[in-house]
């Protein structure tokens, strides 16, 4: 059975479409993925890690209202940042993720683990919240393959 990374990159070559991420909390880890794969370059233009809100804001185009109503981990933001790098860079199909890797800065209305994942592709973006359990590095990587699932579901890939 072939990795999704792999699966998904075969799509996006096959449909002719160009692939963008938007990561915070995984810092790279999707964009690492998906770069494994020999090729990647045809389809993959490139990712924004934003971990800090003003980088969110600059290089995303999240909206200062929306990060002062909802927080940077949230539906709202995840939207917003998948939007901003498919519009930043051109892209078809984007993906952005932002939550709490811990093992600090979660709060009871927001815990550890707590994770928003956007995709979008054309004019729709799907968001999906997550509360993953285990270390930072565990959060980070289910995570990334939740992203992957997402991106497979988008682009009509069963895995």
């Not at 804001?57 to 940077?72: D, I, N, Q």
């Not at 939007?83 to 927001?110: C, F, N, Q, W, Y």
Request: aromatic share 4%; hydrophobic share 40%.
């Amino acid at each position: 059975m072939k990795k999704p990374e792999r699966l998904i990159g075969e799509s996006l070559r096959e449909k002719g479409l160009k692939l963008a991420l938007a990561e915070s909390c995984t810092g790279g880890l999707l964009s690492s993925t998906l770069t494994d794969i020999p090729g990647s370059s045809e389809y993959f233009l490139g990712s924004i890690v934003a971990y800090a809100n003003g980088v969110k804001r600059s290089e995303l185009g999240v909206k200062a209202a929306t990060l002062k109503k909802y927080g940077a981990v949230s539906k709202e933001t995840a939207r917003e940042m998948a939007r901003g790098v498919k519009k930043a860079l051109g892209a078809d199909v984007s993906a952005a993720i932002t939550g709490i890797a811990g093992p600090g800065g979660g709060s009871p209305e927001k815990p550890v683990g707590l994770v928003f994942i956007a995709v979008s592709r054309g004019r729709a973006t799907t968001v999906q919240r997550f509360v993953f359990k285990g270390t930072r590095k565990s959060i980070k990587k289910q995570s990334a393959e939740a992203a992957l699932s997402m991106l497979a579901e988008a682009l009509g890939i069963k895995i």
